[in-house]
C-alpha cells in the first residue's frame, strides 16, 4: 500500500494535471539538495522516496575508477582499493553510495525543499499544457469567462487559462463572470511566467465554426466555405460552393427564414453577414463579392500583381466602398486580390486624359490658319474650336450649329483647312512653323476668292480629300450644294437614264 506522502503526491498530480513521476523527482531533488546545503559539500547527492513506507533518504555518490592515475576529479571519484574497502567486489565504473543522515535537517532546509518543490511542479505543468495546446492552434474551444483583468478577458479552457486581449474582442460583444462562450486558440507562447494561452473572437475562424454547427451542407462537405473576411464587431464575407447542383449554397446557409444565419448573427451579438457564392471566375467573383452595390464592369489591370479594376455606377460609388472603405477592404481580402474602384464618370474622364496624350499629337492654335480671317476665327474661338485639329474633326453639320456659320462659310473653312494640311503634307510631314504658315498664307490670300468661285468638279474635291483623308464635303449636307458642284454630272445622268 502506498504511504500517506505518496497518495498525496498522486492528488497534487491529478489537480494539476501532471504526472506523479514528475512530482516524485522534485521530491528527491529537493531534499537532495536540501541535504547538500546543509552538510556544506559539493558531492554529487541525490534523494531517495519510499513509496511504501514515505522514507526519504539522501546519498551522495561516487564513480569508480582503476587507480590514483585515473582520477580526475576527487571529489566525486574514488579507486577500486579504496571502494574495496567500503563495499567489496565492486567493479570499475560502477557507483558507490554514501548515505547521509536527514535527521538533523532543520526549518530552513525544508523551506527550501518545499521551494524547489513548488518551482518543479509549476514547471512541469506549464510543459504539460504547452503541449496540450501548442498544436491546436486555430481550432474552436468551449470556455468559460473566468475573470476581467483591465481590457483583457481571462477564460478557463478547464486544463489552463486562456487570455483574450483588446485587440482580439469584438465592439458588440460583452461577458458576464461564469458566461460559456466558444474562442479560437491563436497561439501558445512560452513566457517567462510560463506559456501563455491567447484566444480571439475576431478570428474568421470562429464564424467558420458557427456555420459548421448550423448548416448540415457544411458539416457534411456539401457546401464548402472557400474563402471568409472579417471584420469583428462589423461585418463578414463568407463565400461558399456547393459540391451539388441541386443544392443552392447561399440559400443552405440561410436557411428558412433566414432561420440558419440568424442564430449565427444572435451568437455573434449582431454582426452583419454577406454570404456570396463563390466562382473561379475572378471577375464574376469580384462582382459577387461587392454587394449589396452592383458592378457595371470588371477588369484584370495586373495579372502578376493581382490587381482588379471594377467600374461603377456614378450613384453605386459609395455603396461599393462602404462605410469607412469597409465594403471593398472586405472584398478585396475575401478575393486576395487588390481593388481599385471608379465611377463612370471618372472612368470616362481617365479615357478623355488618355485620348488627349495618345491620339491627337501636336496641336495648332488656329489662328495660324490665316486664311480663315479674323471674323470667322474669332466665331470658332467664342464656339470653344480653338486648335486646327478639333477644327478638322468637326462635321460640315457641327459647323452649321455655330452661330455665324453658314453655307459660304462653310465652304471657305472646308477650303482653308484642306490647303493648311496639304501645304503640311507637302513639307514631308513636318508641321509648319508660324513664319512658314504665315508666308504659305500670303501667297495663297491672292488666289482664296478664285478658288473659292470655280471650283472644277465633284471630282477634285474628292480627289483632294482622298489626298488629305479629310470629310470636308459631304454628298449629302445639302441640295443646293450638291446641285451646284454636280450640276453637269446631273443632267448627263438624267440623258443616260
Same mark, same amino acid.
Given at each position: 500500500?502506498?504511504?500517506?506522502?505518496?497518495?498525496?503526491?498522486?492528488?497534487?498530480?491529478?489537480?494539476? %494535471?501532471?504526472?506523479?513521476?514528475?512530482?516524485?523527482?522534485?521530491?528527491?531533488?529537493?531534499?537532495?539538495?536540501?541535504?547538500?546545503?546543509?552538510?556544506?559539500? =559539493?558531492?554529487?547527492?541525490?534523494?531517495?522516496?519510499?513509496?511504501?513506507?514515505?522514507?526519504?533518504?539522501?546519498?551522495?555518490?561516487?564513480?569508480?575508477?582503476?587507480?590514483?592515475?585515473?582520477?580526475?576529479?576527487?571529489?566525486? =571519484?574514488?579507486?577500486?582499493?579504496?571502494?574495496?574497502?567500503?563495499? @567489496?567486489?565492486?567493479?570499475?565504473?560502477?557507483?558507490?553510495?554514501?548515505?547521509? #543522515?536527514?535527521?538533523?535537517?532543520?526549518?530552513?532546509?525544508?523551506?527550501?525543499?518545499?521551494?524547489?518543490?513548488?518551482?518543479?511542479?509549476?514547471?512541469?505543468?506549464? &510543459?504539460?499544457?504547452?503541449?496540450?495546446?501548442?498544436?491546436?492552434?486555430?481550432?474552436?474551444?468551449?470556455?468559460?469567462?473566468?475573470?476581467?483583468?483591465?481590457?483583457?478577458?481571462?477564460?478557463?479552457?478547464?486544463?489552463?487559462?486562456?487570455?483574450?486581449?483588446?485587440?482580439?474582442?469584438?465592439?458588440?460583444? =460583452?461577458?458576464?463572470?461564469?458566461?460559456?462562450?466558444?474562442?479560437?486558440?491563436?497561439?501558445?507562447?512560452?513566457?517567462?511566467?510560463?506559456?501563455?494561452?491567447?484566444?480571439?473572437?475576431?478570428? @474568421?475562424?470562429?464564424?467558420?465554426?458557427?456555420?459548421?454547427?448550423?448548416?448540415?451542407?457544411?458539416? &457534411?462537405?456539401?457546401?464548402?466555405?472557400?474563402?471568409?473576411?472579417?471584420?469583428?464587431?462589423?461585418?463578414?464575407?463568407?463565400?461558399?460552393?456547393?459540391?451539388?447542383? #441541386?443544392?443552392?449554397?447561399?440559400?443552405?446557409?440561410?436557411?428558412?427564414?433566414?432561420?440558419?444565419?440568424?442564430?449565427?448573427?444572435?451568437?455573434?451579438?449582431?454582426?452583419?453577414?454577406?454570404?456570396?457564392?463563390?466562382?473561379?471566375?475572378?471577375?464574376?467573383?469580384?462582382?459577387?463579392?461587392?454587394?449589396?452595390?452592383?458592378?457595371?464592369?470588371?477588369?484584370?489591370?495586373?495579372?502578376?500583381?493581382?490587381?482588379?479594376?471594377?467600374?461603377?455606377?456614378?450613384?453605386?460609388?459609395?455603396?461599393?466602398?462602404?462605410?469607412?472603405?469597409?465594403?471593398?477592404?472586405?472584398?478585396?481580402?475575401?478575393?486576395?486580390?487588390?481593388?481599385?474602384?471608379? +465611377?463612370?464618370?471618372?472612368?470616362?474622364?481617365?479615357?478623355?486624359?488618355?485620348?488627349?496624350?495618345? %491620339?491627337?499629337?501636336?496641336?495648332?492654335?488656329?489662328?495660324?490658319?490665316?486664311?480663315?480671317?479674323?471674323?470667322?476665327?474669332?466665331?470658332?474661338?467664342? $464656339?470653344?474650336?480653338?486648335?486646327?485639329?478639333?477644327?478638322?474633326?468637326?462635321?460640315?453639320?457641327?459647323?452649321?450649329?455655330?452661330?455665324?456659320?453658314?453655307?459660304?462659310?462653310?465652304?471657305?473653312? +472646308?477650303?482653308?483647312?484642306?490647303?493648311?494640311?496639304?501645304?503640311?503634307?507637302?513639307?514631308?510631314?513636318?508641321?509648319?512653323?508660324?513664319?512658314?504658315?504665315? &508666308?504659305?498664307?500670303?501667297?495663297?490670300?491672292?488666289?482664296?476668292?478664285?478658288?473659292?468661285?470655280?471650283?472644277?468638279?465633284?471630282?477634285?474635291?474628292?480627289?483632294?480629300?482622298? =489626298?488629305?483623308?479629310?470629310?470636308?464635303?459631304?454628298?449629302?449636307?445639302?441640295?443646293?450644294?450638291?446641285?451646284?458642284?454636280?450640276?453637269? &454630272?446631273?443632267?448627263?445622268?438624267?440623258?443616260? $437614264?
Amino acid at each position: 500500500m502506498a504511504s500517506p506522502l505518496y497518495q498525496s503526491i498522486e492528488l497534487l498530480s491529478q489537480e494539476k %494535471g501532471i504526472d506523479p513521476g514528475i512530482v516524485v523527482g522534485a521530491v528527491e531533488e529537493a531534499i537532495a539538495l536540501a541535504t547538500r546545503k546543509f552538510y556544506k559539500t =559539493q558531492e554529487n547527492m541525490r534523494g531517495e522516496l519510499n513509496k511504501e513506507t514515505g522514507e526519504i533518504t539522501a546519498y551522495i555518490y561516487k564513480t569508480v575508477v582503476e587507480d590514483e592515475e585515473h582520477v580526475e576529479d576527487p571529489v566525486n =571519484q574514488i579507486t577500486l582499493t579504496e571502494a574495496n574497502e567500503l563495499a @567489496p567486489g565492486v567493479e570499475v565504473g560502477s557507483e558507490i553510495r554514501m548515505y547521509r #543522515d536527514t535527521s538533523p535537517l532543520g526549518r530552513i532546509a525544508a523551506q527550501l525543499a518545499k521551494q524547489v518543490i513548488f518551482q518543479k511542479v509549476r514547471e512541469a505543468e506549464r &510543459d504539460t499544457v504547452f503541449q496540450e495546446y501548442a498544436h491546436r492552434e486555430k481550432e474552436v474551444l468551449n470556455a468559460t469567462v473566468k475573470r476581467i483583468e483591465g481590457q483583457d478577458v481571462i477564460y478557463d479552457l478547464g486544463k489552463a487559462e486562456a487570455r483574450c486581449p483588446k485587440r482580439e474582442q469584438s465592439r458588440l460583444e =460583452q461577458f458576464s463572470i461564469g458566461e460559456r462562450v466558444r474562442v479560437v486558440l491563436l497561439k501558445v507562447d512560452r513566457a517567462a511566467k510560463g506559456p501563455q494561452v491567447v484566444v480571439s473572437r475576431a478570428a @474568421p475562424e470562429l464564424v467558420q465554426n458557427l456555420f459548421q454547427s448550423e448548416v448540415p451542407e457544411i458539416y &457534411d462537405n456539401t457546401v464548402v466555405i472557400k474563402a471568409i473576411a472579417r471584420e469583428a464587431g462589423e461585418r463578414t464575407k463568407i463565400a461558399v460552393q456547393s459540391r451539388d447542383k #441541386d443544392v443552392d449554397p447561399v440559400g443552405a446557409c440561410v436557411g428558412m427564414k433566414g432561420m440558419r444565419v440568424q442564430s449565427i448573427i444572435r451568437e455573434l451579438r449582431g454582426e452583419k453577414i454577406d454570404i456570396i457564392e463563390y466562382s473561379d471566375e475572378i471577375t464574376t467573383f469580384a462582382e459577387k463579392a461587392l454587394q449589396p452595390a452592383k458592378v457595371s464592369r470588371v477588369s484584370i489591370t495586373d495579372l502578376g500583381e493581382k490587381q482588379l479594376e471594377v467600374i461603377v455606377d456614378d450613384t453605386q460609388l459609395s455603396l461599393a466602398i462602404g462605410k469607412k472603405g469597409q465594403n471593398v477592404r472586405l472584398a478585396a481580402k475575401l478575393l486576395g486580390w487588390k481593388i481599385d474602384i471608379k +465611377s463612370e464618370e471618372e472612368k470616362r474622364q481617365e479615357v478623355e486624359q488618355q485620348m488627349g496624350v495618345f %491620339g491627337g499629337g501636336p496641336s495648332t492654335p488656329i489662328e495660324q490658319v490665316t486664311e480663315l480671317g479674323d471674323s470667322i476665327i474669332q466665331k470658332l474661338v467664342t $464656339a470653344g474650336i480653338t486648335t486646327v485639329e478639333a477644327l478638322a474633326d468637326m462635321t460640315p453639320e457641327q459647323l452649321e450649329e455655330i452661330p455665324g456659320i453658314g453655307e459660304k462659310t462653310l465652304e471657305k473653312i +472646308s477650303v482653308a483647312v484642306r490647303h493648311y494640311f496639304g501645304h503640311f503634307e507637302d513639307g514631308e510631314g513636318e508641321q509648319p512653323t508660324p513664319d512658314a504658315a504665315v &508666308d504659305t498664307a500670303e501667297a495663297e490670300a491672292e488666289n482664296a476668292q478664285e478658288a473659292l468661285d470655280e471650283i472644277a468638279s465633284v471630282e477634285a474635291v474628292k480627289t483632294e480629300d482622298d =489626298q488629305l483623308g479629310l470629310d470636308t464635303v459631304n454628298e449629302d449636307q445639302g441640295p443646293e450644294l450638291g446641285t451646284e458642284i454636280n450640276e453637269d &454630272d446631273t443632267k448627263t445622268g438624267e440623258e443616260g $437614264a
